[in-house]
């Protein structure tokens, strides 16, 4: 089998090269270098999908491909690997099949209309993809975090891609610099684990989760500064987890998100829905081995989690755009996973990542098409009425709208279902903490239901209440064929994963993500995990009455937000009900005022910091440097003043000076005696 | 003979008194003239302790620095001259042109 | 006698661009600085020597015979390099020619006398990174005071004569604070060495040869010299607090003479840390850590602060000089391969990234005639190339990963963090890395204001792309920074090599 | 008197040993003859020609000497003459070398100096006689003869500083420079009859012998002693006795302040040097007599004032002058820095080299001023500005001379500076080597003030510069030349001079 | 009242106050030391003619005596010298510049060197 494997580097490079092409030739390719791009995805997605079956016949692959730095005489070496297993090969297939048809739809969606820079553009998105890819196969924390990084940069520059107006740089800037807060720690992280393990690899038995394992069994021993080795692991964990904060724009590094809405759509659905924003909690994911060793790190995300779901899916509620809509339910479905992650369900966090993948894409896709319809206008008010004008846009956003609502059996409902299920079995084991994660997370249910359908049905229902809605622009294929193809799968990716199913009907081997999970390599499947993790599980009566409790509560509460939403806003003059909110909406129409004590931070403390700096710096240190040399020529222009220009003065400066040396002299060398 | 001490303190006495005339008269020629009060001091002492050694190093000695003296005040007058006609006078601390 | 030929060369050139018509001196000065890019290419081609030369290991195109017999001392005409100094050889060479190249259009007047200092200089840089002999040594060091000050005074913006005087003098004042110390130290070791080459006293001292001086026991002189010798130093890295000098140095300095302050000059610096302070005297040093590593911090973050709070885009590129340089004193102090190794890297790598940098706003600045951000906003507009360069410069210096400043920071903290001279070094480290995300800050931000968004520029300067020779070295330049990021071990090797035999321990994690 | 004129083991008589002295005093002669002949005489080529050629030629049989072994260690040792008054050995023709070189450079640039001037004839003559009695003075073995030569040099001089009869500014520094050195020679003879009502004696070697009988005296000996050297700083212009120096400096023809300051200066040096080392021998001193330490004294503030002083000038002329009074102090460490029983050759030797090179990059500075005097620039730092893109020849050289007077490295000046702090460290006397290298520190800022004004500064649209001199230039590049030169040879040099001193203790 | 002779004192003394101070160190610097044998000269010695040897480095004085040949000869030279000088100086040009210059960089040496024939006859007049 010498096969694909040794292919899987031309997944990453494949899109590099599309990124080389596009930025040297775009400008004399047609499309502006969409081609280049779209064979490159479409060719990183076949081998993936090789890639994922191979792996699927049971075979994983981790193996060094390249070093870095090679260290000599003892130091430790940094290298690049390759590791391939169920995880990573799912997460390969995700990011390409997206890219892929962001490429596509891009076509739609930036050419068609008629944008400048599309090399930059396409440069962009396959610089983007090649970084996510080589993040998603990394072998060791290093090489991820490196890739991690580019996958900022790459955000970055797609998210400012308008950069002659005023918002897109802003944004841009935004978010690398909120992410790098959050890099911050993670780099930390990463420079701990070397120090603390002297290797970074995510699997093997010189892996460091498996080394962790070893030392807290004893068995081995690592450096771990003076702390006890659980709280120094915990710490390490918690500074990786700074990154992942940032980028799954977890609370309180979510505030770049919203903003970022201010890239390209198809940008949108590529780095904010299904992938970069996943790199957070694949990154949590991929090395959970070592944070299921550690109870407080988990404890500590899943109540981040809860807490970013319940959070910002309340911010959700109010928002007039349909792209703020849905950068608020994406960091809250991000929550989601965090609180799955946290909660033991490692299964249940990948099954809700690809789920969310896939329905997230959709929404922004055909938030994209409504936008291209549209006229660039966002304002759902502006909306109305679209389902009879642009029918596959709605059809297909209505299944991803079901899906991010829960409602059964989209793909949502299975996969959250499965993180709550998890959270409230292990919360229920003696860890009240999940339960209060749970609890948010599970009233977090309710307003993705309401916020998700106030959305569907004002930007489709209803009366048109502008021009533009009542004439819109029309897309063509290249919008409408990634939109069926997300449509389809957000809909039916719930059945490779249906527990619930299989607890409650009994039918065993339906947790086919499940199985895919284990085939892992050792120490990285998911019994191992579940074995790692401090939780125990309870249940409500027993397990099938507990699924079932579960299953009832979610669903009923979406499909209760879901309902309100039908009554407020399914009308043909629908009006803002959220007024009636009060103060609780100004709140949460300014974000909690989390950009502003952001904000306030930068600008009212930060500055005033560097701007007092500065001053010092000019002044003390400088003054001093300066003062020293004004000290130095005063006493110059003090002691020339001796030179009085009178020689009745010198003679008798003179004499006086004899006279003081012999004085001198005199009494120390004894002469008056 | 009397105490050599006693010729030092008169030597060092007319040198003071030289020194006196240098610090506190303001007139070129005073100067000089008070330059060659110092000088003579010089001549004392070497006259005095040439007896006290018994060799006349110091007495011949003492004729040089005359002959010196003359030829100091002679290159001392030549710059008076010119002083004078510089700056019409012979005041020492007329010339302040340069100074610190 | 391969060094020699490059210093040659390179004294000639200069030589002959001085006497050249201004209206070719450019080019010829370009075209004659290649000389010694090949000879330095050449030269890391057959490098095939380790270990550090002043503690015994092998020494490549070594040249060594007295000179001068003072008392006891003698002075030796002893040139090599090592590993830590060949990359240093490579960068001066490489750096120079571009900075050349990228002067070709600001410099409109006295152009021979311009390049034939630039050569001048160079060559005394190569001098500088070779010289294995403190006189030697102290003469090329000094020596390249004197181009720069003529380099700023002469060519620079409207202050730079007070810039060309502090620079002058600051350094100076420093140079002979650590000339001081260092002597002190030879004196201290009495007739245990016999000259002035640095392998011998570096010998000398790690043998414990030294006795006392002046008064002073041993181990105080010694104490006293590594202090002298470190504030020396640090004027030219330079440290917080005495890096007032450079900020104003930058700002007033012409473009390729910034270019060549901050990308060889500052590493003059640290590099003589390293051979010095930190080769000959590591007790002292490891003695020194919690200081030294708080300076390292201070100059990390102060730095950084102060670089947000400017609105010149040259002094902001200084200023987050300033910062970078901090990340090398940690690595230095850390005493691990990957500390002093990485320390080691980053000279070259920031060498390389703030010369990038200075030419990407000297591009901006040819054009528009103004670096002040409010002037303008939107240049991508009209400099789309230039400003491309500039981003990824930019994100260079802000450590992106797969350019070099990412693997000399990430050595250096990997370095430190794991480093047991002391307890707290993972602490320091950690507050230094922070200096990651204040970078970012005013990197991002002042891109936001000058390069995007509308359109907007006050001047009467017409706003277009920049001439292919302008950019051309920022390219180059970009090139080298993505090729050592990716590869680092291009010099990596054989600096580890080099820096191995200083740590004692072997090398170590 | 029949051993005096005997034959030493060369070919030549020992009188011949005087040479140098004779050629310049002959010299000198001649042009008062040319002068007696034709009072007027302007041909100012011949003149000056001829005087440069005789200071090279006393440059040339003085390094044949100090070549050949001459009055060294290697052919028998000092050649005393005439009853010891006059000793020829290797730092005697070391320091002539100085006298000489510098008298030429003088000599050569005074050719445009003088050019339009009266008494030509009488100018050159005055220096070459001061020359002689520098010369003397180098070779004096005793009091009598050093006071008498030290006259012989301070007389032409004073006359030298007021040629430009009816230039204030020439005719005020005379004046200063004559009352104080009147002042001085006063407290100098006071100090040799002090000495010698101690000793008995003025032969150097004699004083030397009759110290241990001077037990009552030692307050008689000890005044004279500081009084001595009261005459000594009085000649290099240190501290207290330098008051004339900034003002002489400043107000004489450049040409003639270059010599006062090289030449001098390092006279003075010569004769000090001689008289405490043979005279007042360390190790032999009576108890209370402590010279070294009043040099000591004597350095640190010279040098301290001399260099704050010259920090805050406007006109570069004084501001040399103030240097001058700086390196004077350095000069001092030869002294300042003797033990006994220490490495005092090494120390003596340093500042003797330092002598040398000072004597090539302070000579070409003042010349460099000469230069701008005779294009009627001005004096002041300003007055500088931009000066670099008119004449750039000369102000590279300039610029040589003041980076090499603040010790940089390139530039002999650098070593000369280096080696003597080095041998004061050597010597133990490190705290004198630290004061040194702060006002090192400091003058570079006041010298690279030239260097800024020169090239840096924009010129004022009115600066033309007239023709170019070739004596002046002639004179400034040969000294540009020297100081370059003396970094790669500085070798030989430390390495005589270093030589010649051990032969003095 | 009485009126009494009054010595007049003024601040231009108060310098000599120096000399005052130097000769006190000096009297008590003298008058604390001891001498020697005060050896004198024999009693028939011709001391003049002693003198007079002593000028040529002769060694037939009474009285012995260092050699002071030298000292003669330069002696000689350096009057010579201080009598050119004191001419230099002091002869009168024909008719000197009106009022005195003032030390000017040389700038009127400039004008005396590069002027015209007439200035510079104009400027020694």
Redesign the interface.
């Known amino acids: 089998m010498a096969g694909i494997f040794d292919f899987v580097p031309a997944i990453v490079l494949l899109p590099f090269v599309s990124f080389l092409v596009a930025l040297a030739v775009g400008n004399r390719m047609p499309k502006g270098g969409a081609f280049a791009g779209i064979v490159a995805t479409a060719g990183s997605f076949l081998l993936s999908l090789a890639t994922f079956f191979t792996v699927s016949q049971g075979q994983t692959y981790n193996q060094t491909i390249y070093t870095w730095a090679q260290g000599l005489d003892g130091a430790v070496t940094l290298e690049f690997g390759l590791l391939i297993d169920p995880l990573s090969a799912l997460m390969l297939v995700i990011v390409t099949l997206i890219a892929l048809l962001v490429h596509i739809f891009s076509l739609g969606y930036m050419n068609d209309e008629g944008e400048t820079g599309l090399p930059r553009y396409y440069a962009g998105l396959g610089l983007f993809t090649a970084s996510m890819l080589g993040f998603v196969v990394a072998d060791n924390l290093l090489m991820a975090f490196m890739f991690f990084e580019l996958v900022g940069l790459c955000s970055y520059l797609l998210i400012g891609f308008w950069f002659r107006e005023p918002g897109p740089p802003s944004a841009a800037k935004k978010a690398f610099l909120v992410t790098r807060f959050g890099d911050y720690f993670f780099l930390v992280g990463v420079v701990a684990v070397f120090a603390t393990f002297g290797t970074a690899a995510f699997a093997g038995s010189e892996s460091f989760p498996h080394l962790a394992e070893q030392a807290l069994a004893g068995e081995t021993s690592v450096n771990t500064f003076g702390f006890a080795a659980e709280t120094w692991f915990t710490i390490v964990g918690l500074l990786v987890l700074g990154g992942v904060v940032g980028k799954s724009a977890q609370f309180p590094l979510h505030t770049w998100l919203p903003d970022a809405m201010e890239g390209p759509t198809p940008v949108s659905a590529l780095i904010h829905a299904a992938t970069m924003v996943a790199a957070g909690v694949y990154l949590v994911a991929r090395m959970y081995g070592f944070y299921a060793l550690s109870p407080t790190a988990l404890a500590i995300i899943a109540l981040i989690g809860g807490f970013t779901a319940l959070f910002a899916a309340t911010m959700g509620v109010v928002k007039r755009e349909i792209k703020q809509v849905l950068a608020y339910s994406t960091i809250s479905q991000y929550g989601y996973m965090m609180l799955g992650l946290g909660g033991g369900g490692y299964v249940a966090a990948t099954f809700h990542l690809m789920t969310h993948a896939f329905f997230k894409a959709l929404l922004f896709l055909g938030a994209g098409s409504v936008i291209i319809a549209m006229h660039h206008n966002e304002n759902m008010w502006d909306m109305g009425g679209l389902k009879e004008k642009m029918p596959v846009t709605y059809y297909t956003f209505l299944s991803g709208s079901l899906a991010l609502a829960g409602i059964f059996p989209f793909a949502g409902f299975w996969s959250k279902d499965e993180v709550l299920y998890e959270t409230l079995i292990h919360g229920l084991g003696g860890s009240p903490i999940l339960l209060v994660a749970y609890a948010m997370g599970l009233l977090a249910v309710f307003f993705t239901g309401f916020y998700t359908f106030r959305m569907v049905f004002l930007t489709f229902h209803g009366k048109p209440r502008s021009q533009t809605a009542r004439d819109p622009h029309g897309v063509r294929w290249n919008v409408k064929g990634p939109l069926a193809v997300l449509g389809v799968l957000a809909a039916t990716t719930g059945v490779v994963n249906m527990v619930p199913v299989e607890k409650l009907l009994g039918i065993k081997g339906i947790d086919f993500l499940h199985q895919w999970l284990d085939m892992s390599l050792d120490g990285l499947t998911a019994h191992h995990y579940a074995e790692l993790t401090p939780y125990s599980s309870a249940y409500i009566g027993g397990e099938a009455t507990t699924v079932a409790i579960g299953a009832a509560v979610s669903l009923g509460l979406a499909i209760a937000g879901a309902g309100l939403a039908y009554v407020l806003y399914n009308v043909p003059e629908p009006t803002e009900h959220t007024d009636k909110l009060g103060g609780i909406k100004t709140l949460l129409y300014n974000n909690y005022y989390q950009d502003e004590y952001q904000v306030w931070l930068a600008n009212s403390v930060v500055r005033p910091i560097s701007r007092g700096a500065d001053k010092f710096d000019q002044g003390v240190v400088d003054g001093v440097v300066n003062g020293v040399s004004s000290v130095s020529l005063f006493s110059g222009s003090r002691v020339r003043r001796i030179q009085t220009g009178v020689v009745s003065n010198y003679a008798a400066l003179l004499t006086l000076g004899l006279t003081v040396l012999l004085l001198g002299f005199g009494l120390l060398g004894g002469w008056f005696q | 003979m009397v105490p050599p001490e006693y010729y030092l303190v008169l030597s060092a006495a007319i040198f003071c008194i030289g020194l006196f005339g240098i610090l506190t008269r303001r007139n070129a020629l005073l100067f000089l003239m008070s330059v060659e009060l110092m000088l003579n001091a010089a001549n004392i002492n070497l006259v005095a302790f040439s007896y006290v050694w018994g060799n006349v190093t110091g007495q011949t000695f003492a004729l040089f620095t005359m002959a010196l003296a003359a030829a100091e005040v002679a290159i001392g007058l030549g710059i008076i001259m010119v002083l004078y006609r510089n700056f019409g006078g012979v005041d020492v601390t007329d010339a302040t042109t340069m100074r610190w | 006698m391969m060094i020699e030929a490059l210093m040659a060369v390179t004294f000639a050139a200069a030589l002959v661009v001085f006497v050249a018509p201004d209206e070719y001196a450019g080019r010829l000065a370009a075209a004659l600085s290649l000389l010694p890019v090949v000879g330095s290419l050449l030269m890391w081609a057959q490098y095939d020597a380790s270990g550090n030369a002043l503690l015994g290991g092998d020494i490549a195109f070594e040249t060594d015979f007295v000179?001068?017999?003072?008392?006891n001392l003698d002075v030796h005409w002893f040139v090599g390099v090592d590993g830590i100094s060949l990359p240093l050889l490579v960068l001066t060479t490489i750096l120079t020619t571009l900075a050349i190249v990228s002067a070709w259009t600001p410099i409109d007047v006295?152009q021979s006398q311009f390049y034939g200092l630039m050569l001048f200089m160079e060559a005394n840089l190569l001098g500088v990174f070779t010289a294995l002999d403190f006189f030697v040594w102290?003469?090329?060091?000094?020596?390249v005071?004197?181009p720069m000050?003529?380099l700023i005074?002469?060519w620079g913006g409207p202050r730079?004569?007070y810039a060309?005087?502090?620079f002058?003098?600051?350094t100076?004042?420093a140079s002979?604070v650590m000339?001081?110390g260092f002597?002190?130290l030879v004196?201290g070791l009495g007739d245990s060495v016999s000259s002035m080459r640095l392998p011998e006293i570096a010998q000398a001292l790690r043998a414990d040869q030294l006795g006392s001086?002046?008064g002073l026991s041993a181990d105080a002189l010694k104490l006293v010299a590594f202090v002298a010798m470190f504030l020396g130093f640090a004027v030219k890295v330079p440290v917080?607090?005495l890096?007032?000098?450079l900020p104003d140095a930058h700002v007033e300095a012409p473009t390729p003479a910034s270019v060549m302050l901050a990308g060889v000059l500052l590493k003059m610096g640290t590099y003589a840390l390293l051979r010095f302070n930190f080769t000959m005297m590591p007790d002292v040093a490891k003695a020194l850590v919690v200081p030294i590593a708080v300076i390292a911090v201070l100059s990390v973050i102060?730095g950084a602060?102060?670089a947000?709070?400017?609105q010149d885009l040259k002094r902001i590129v200084a200023y987050s000089s300033v910062s970078s340089m901090g990340y090398v004193i940690l690595g230095l102090v850390a005493y691990?391969?990957?500390g002093v190794?990485g320390a080691t890297f980053q000279m070259i790598a920031h060498g390389l990234i703030s010369g990038l940098m200075f030419m990407a706003v000297g591009v901006i600045y040819n054009t528009t005639h103004t670096r002040m951000l409010g002037d303008m906003s939107?240049i991508?507009?009209r400099m789309p190339v230039t400003s491309g360069i500039f981003?990824a410069g930019a994100?260079g210096y802000?450590g992106?990963?797969?350019m070099a400043g990412?693997?000399g920071e990430?050595?250096i903290?990997?370095g430190s963090?794991?480093s047991t001279v002391h307890?707290a070094m993972?602490l320091f480290?950690?507050a230094a890395?922070?200096g990651?995300?204040i970078v970012?800050?005013y990197l991002?931000?002042a891109?936001?204001r000058t390069?995007?968004?509308?359109?907007r520029f006050d001047g009467d300067y017409e706003v277009t792309e920049a001439a292919f020779h302008d950019v051309a070295p920022l390219a180059v330049l970009l090139l080298l920074v993505i090729v050592l990021g990716?590869?680092?071990?291009i010099f990596?090797?054989m600096i580890?090599?080099a820096v191995?035999p200083i740590l004692e321990t072997?090398?170590?994690? | 008197m029949a051993g005096a004129l005997a034959l030493q083991s060369g070919p030549l008589p020992d009188w011949t040993a005087v040479s140098p002295a004779l050629i310049l005093a002959l010299t000198g002669l001649l042009l008062f003859v040319i002068d007696s002949i034709d009072s007027d005489s302007d041909n100012t080529v011949l003149l000056a020609g001829l005087s440069t050629v005789g200071s090279l030629f006393a440059f040339g049989v003085a390094g044949w000497f100090l070549v050949e072994g001459t009055g060294q260690a290697a052919t028998g040792g000092a050649i005393s003459l005439y009853g010891d008054a006059l000793v020829v050995d290797g730092m005697s023709l070391f320091f002539t070398l100085i006298f000489t070189i510098v008298a030429a450079m003088v000599c050569i640039a005074s050719l445009d100096y003088v050019a339009e001037q009266r008494h030509q004839a009488e100018f050159f003559s005055l220096v070459l006689f001061a020359a002689t009695g520098m010369t003397l003075m180098s070779m004096s073995n005793s009091l009598a003869t050093a006071f008498i030569s030290l006259e012989l040099a301070s007389l032409p001089s004073y006359a030298l500083v007021a040629y430009l009869k009816d230039n204030r500014g020439s005719v005020e520094a005379a004046l200063k420079y004559f009352l104080i050195g009147a002042l001085s020679s006063a407290v100098f003879a006071f100090g040799i009859s002090l000495v010698y009502a101690a000793t008995g004696s003025l032969l150097l070697s004699d004083i030397a012998s009759s110290l241990g009988d001077a037990d009552g005296m030692t307050g008689i000996l000890g005044m004279g002693v500081l009084m001595l050297l009261g005459g000594f700083a009085f000649k290099t212009a240190s501290v207290p006795f330098h008051f004339w120096a900034p003002e002489a400096y400043e107000g004489a023809p450049a040409p003639i302040s270059a010599f006062l300051s090289s030449a001098s200066k390092a006279a003075g040096f010569a004769i000090a040097f001689r008289v405490f080392v043979e005279a007042f021998p360390l190790g032999q001193l009576p108890a209370g007599v402590d010279w070294v330490l009043a040099f000591q004294v004597l350095a640190v503030v010279t040098m301290t004032l001399g260099n704050f002083a010259a920090a805050t000038q406007e006109n570069v002329k004084r501001m040399l002058a103030y240097s001058s009074i700086g390196h004077a102090g350095y000069a001092l460490i030869g002294l300042a820095a003797l033990t006994a029983g220490g490495p005092n050759a090494n120390v003596l030797g340093a500042s003797m080299a330092h002598l040398l090179v000072y004597g090539f990059m302070n000579t070409g500075a003042f010349l460099f001023i000469a230069l701008v005097e005779y294009w009627g620039v001005g004096t002041t730092f300003e007055d500088y500005n931009g000066l670099g893109a008119r004449a750039p020849m000369a102000c590279v050289a300039m610029s040589v001379f003041m980076f090499s007077l603040a010790g940089l490295p390139p530039f002999g000046g650098f070593f000369s500076k280096y080696v003597l702090f080095y041998s004061a460290i050597e010597a133990g006397f490190w705290w004198l080597a630290a004061v040194g290298a702060v006002n090192s520190a400091l003058s570079l800022f006041y010298y690279s003030r030239v260097v800024k004004a020169m090239w840096i500064e924009d010129a004022a649209p009115t600066l033309e510069l007239g023709s170019k001199p070739v004596g002046l230039y002639t004179a400034v590049i040969f000294a540009a030349v020297g100081t370059l030169l003396l970094l790669p040879a500085f070798q030989p040099v430390i390495e005589t001079a270093q030589t010649v001193a051990t032969a003095l203790f | 009242m009485t009126t009494k002779p009054q010595l007049k004192l003024g601040s231009h003394l108060v310098p000599g106050l120096a000399a005052v101070a130097l000769f006190v160190v000096m009297a008590a610097a003298f008058l604390t030391a001891s001498f020697p044998q005060v050896q004198g000269f024999p009693a028939d010695a011709n001391i003049t003619a002693s003198i007079g040897y002593a000028m040529f480095n002769l060694d037939f004085g009474d009285v012995p005596s260092e050699s002071f040949l030298v000292a003669f000869i330069v002696i000689a030279v350096a009057l010579d010298v201080a009598l050119d000088g004191t001419i230099l100086l002091a002869r009168r040009e024909s008719g000197t510049a009106e009022g005195g210059l003032i030390s000017d960089g040389g700038r009127r040496l400039k004008q005396t060197l590069t002027g015209s024939e007439t200035d510079e006859t104009e400027g020694e007049n």
Not at chain 3, 138 to 143: H, I, L, M, P, R
Not at chain 3, 506 to 509: D, E, M, N, Q
């Open positions: 000179w001068l017999s003072l008392g006295r102290f003469v090329f060091w000094e020596a005071l004197v000050y003529f005074g002469i730079r004569k060309a005087i502090k002058f003098v600051y100076n004042i002979l000339f001081i002597i002190a004196f001086f002046a917080v607090p890096h007032t000098w102060y602060i102060l947000l709070a400017q691990t391969t990957y190794g939107g991508a507009d981003v994100f802000m992106l990963p797969l990412f693997a990430f050595f903290f990997q963090f794991q307890s993972p480290t950690a890395m922070f990651i995300v970012a800050g991002l931000s891109m936001q390069l995007f968004g509308p359109f990716v590869d680092p071990d990596f090797t580890q090599q191995n072997g090398g170590g994690l």
